[in-house]
């Protein structure tokens, strides 16, 4: 293993390089195919640093590279410490941290301490030891109800489908106890009460932490503490609103978890800089300051814009919140539009008006699961709105999260094959979810395969097939046109290195409810228009713009940067 290189002194720019940093989300497994075995690897991602410098982009994010049996994506971890052989070795991660590096880009690794996969040592373990044995108290398993412990010890469900609760066959072959998984039955939960488990996850934020990461990412981030003694054997403790708002959910977002968090503050106060950590918490919105808090992780998500419609009221109570929120609890807020786990949003903003983050219209039917061909949307439109609202968020104060393929104008790939198909929430929910294999088919890099091969991402196909319309789309094609939505992305991140410097924010009187105008120091004014009609922008000098602007008008659904002199 390499020995940590940490500087002999820090800055306090290098110690808050999150607080503003534009981060790229890389799902390994289809960004680029080093090998042609039909898996992005992280060779893969070393010969696209060049790419990624080029985009302007400050981190990236990897999505889990670890051992797995992809029974969800990578969620499913065999081994914490090392790389899927699939997908290299710990020496390839070196290689790519060290590119990355380099380059000026900071590494996120996502850590997912909620469950470890069944093919986990742990967990092997507790399956061939006694009920009561130390190896099963790292889970949680419980006696089942009934005459002969049939029944499962509640009704609650999984997050994928179906029950929450596994049966195991003892080692002596009769049925035995019930381990519980908030997820699929192959991601059995930690039990977060053991010491053992809080100290081996130390040792792992450590390991990446010598190995290069710059900071994590932490996986359902609300669930590790859990009061699975509550009395109740049915599903309606489980919809209790007050619960999720009071921090007294038996499952979710637990006030006890943030002392996991304490503990991992102190690990990463050992490194100079601190590394990062950004919370994956789905929690109502005033409970979000505790994980971001300076004693915690520092960071977490804030999804509220990935949620909202494309509407300017919508957009500024968000944003005026979130920044108060941020500003209050000494954090920075995070902005993200596309991740690996919903439909793209160049797809989204292309749907029936009140269509959800799933891709459901306001008809109630699911664009995906009825063919998901992006001729049944209005492509154009959507690809207008996501590059206005990305344009928006590039220029808030805070962190913006991308997610790859974005920068392209990417679309969902709804059409794939029911055979093809990877998510477990498509196999166990199928006619009601379509799941979220559509936004993680690989990358088109080249808009002409070779026969047989895939659009530059890996000489022998794809993992999950790429569509003939991905051509259209590849980033080859893109890199050449300084019309592209790639140009436009590079541009923008460009200029928000420039724009970026005190975290504040100053609204504008707008003479439209469809607009919005802040601006940013330095004479930074920031125009969004949600409307139709075109709207007058203030006199200065247009740096961006996500829409031809003629006769100093934005048109609709357009957002514009302005740098106004003093």
């Known amino acids: 293993m ?138 949680i398993f419980r006696d089942g109800r009934g005459e002969n412990g049939e029944l499962p010890p509640n009704e609650w469900t999984s997050i994928f ?16 106890q019930w381990y519980f998984h908030l997820f699929a039955k192959e991601q059995p939960d930690l039990d977060w009460d053991n010491p053992e488990v809080h100290e081996d996850f130390l040792t792992t934020l450590r390991f990446w932490s010598d190995r290069g990461a710059d ?60 590394r990062t950590a950004v919370a994956e918490a789905w929690v109502h919105a005033d409970r979000r300051a505790a994980y971001a808090s300076p004693e915690g992780l520092g960071q977490a998500f804030n999804f509220d814009l990935l949620e909202a ?77 996501a590059k206005a609202a990305t344009l928006l968020m590039l220029a808030l104060p805070g962190s913006a999260y991308l997610y790859q393929g974005e920068e392209l104008g990417l679309q969902e790939a709804g059409q794939i094959p029911d055979a093809d198909r990877q998510d477990p929430t498509f196999f166990r929910n199928k006619g009601v979810e379509v799941g979220r294999d559509g936004c993680r088919v690989p990358l088109p890099w080249e808009a002409t395969p070779t026969e047989g ?23 080859g094609a893109q890199a050449a046109d300084s019309g592209s939505t790639l140009a436009f ?10 724009l970026q410097g005190a975290e504040s924010l100053g609204w504008q009187d707008a003479s439209d409810d469809d607009v919005l105008h802040f601006v940013r120091p330095g004479g930074w004014h920031v125009v969004a228009n949600f409307g139709t009609a075109p709207v007058e922008l203030p006199a200065g000098e247009i740096l961006l713009a996500s829409a031809e602007v003629e006769g100093g008008k934005l048109p609709g659904e357009a957002t514009a940067w302005v740098r106004v002199s003093a």
Do not use: C
């Not at 992305?489 to 420039?498: G, I, K, N, S």
């Open 215 to 274: 900071g994590f990412r932490v996986d359902v981030a609300h669930g590790l503490k859990k009061d699975l003694n509550a009395e109740v054997a049915s599903l309606d403790l489980l919809h209790r609103a007050d619960l999720f708002r009071e921090g007294e959910h038996p499952l979710w977002d637990r006030d006890e978890v943030h002392s996991i968090y304490a503990e991992w503050r102190k690990v990463f106060n050992e490194y100079n800089p601190p």
């Open 2 to 139: 390499p020995t940590p290189a940490e500087p002999a002194a820090t800055t306090t720019h290098d110690a808050d390089w999150w607080r503003q940093a534009a981060v790229y989300q890389i799902y390994p497994r289809s960004f680029s195919d080093s090998n042609g075995d039909g898996l992005g690897d992280l060779k893969g991602i070393t010969a696209r640093v060049p790419y990624l410098k080029e985009l302007g982009i400050d981190a990236v994010w990897l999505s889990p590279f670890y051992p797995s049996a992809l029974a969800d994506g990578g969620y499913d971890v065999d081994d914490y410490r090392n790389v899927d052989p699939r997908l290299g070795t710990l020496e390839d991660f070196d290689e790519m941290a060290a590119a990355l590096h380099a380059a000026g880009i900071k590494v996120i690794v996502d850590i997912v301490p909620n469950h470890t996969s069944d093919r986990h040592a742990w967990f092997r373990e507790a399956l061939a030891s006694p009920k009561g044995s130390a190896a099963r108290g790292r889970y």
């Open 309 to 385: 419609d494309f509407d300017a009221e919508q957009f500024r109570d968000i944003i005026a919140k979130n920044l108060a929120e941020a500003a209050a609890t000494g954090t920075s807020s995070t902005w993200v539009f596309s991740n690996h786990d919903v439909v793209r949003h160049a797809t989204r903003y292309g749907l029936p008006k009140g269509s959800g983050r799933g891709g459901k219209g306001a008809d109630g039917k699911d664009w995906l699961l009825e063919g998901g061909d992006p001729a049944q949307i209005d492509v154009a439109r959507g690809l207008r709105r």
């Open 489 to 498: 992305y590079r541009r923008a991140l460009a200029l928000r290195h420039e």
């Open 161 to 176: 489908g179906g029950g929450a609760w596994e049966r195991i066959t003892e080692p002596d072959g009769t049925p035995g």
């Open 453 to 475: 091969s895939s659009f530059g991402f890996g000489a022998n196909g794809s993992h999950l097939p790429q569509p003939a319309w991905f051509a259209d789309y590849a980033a």
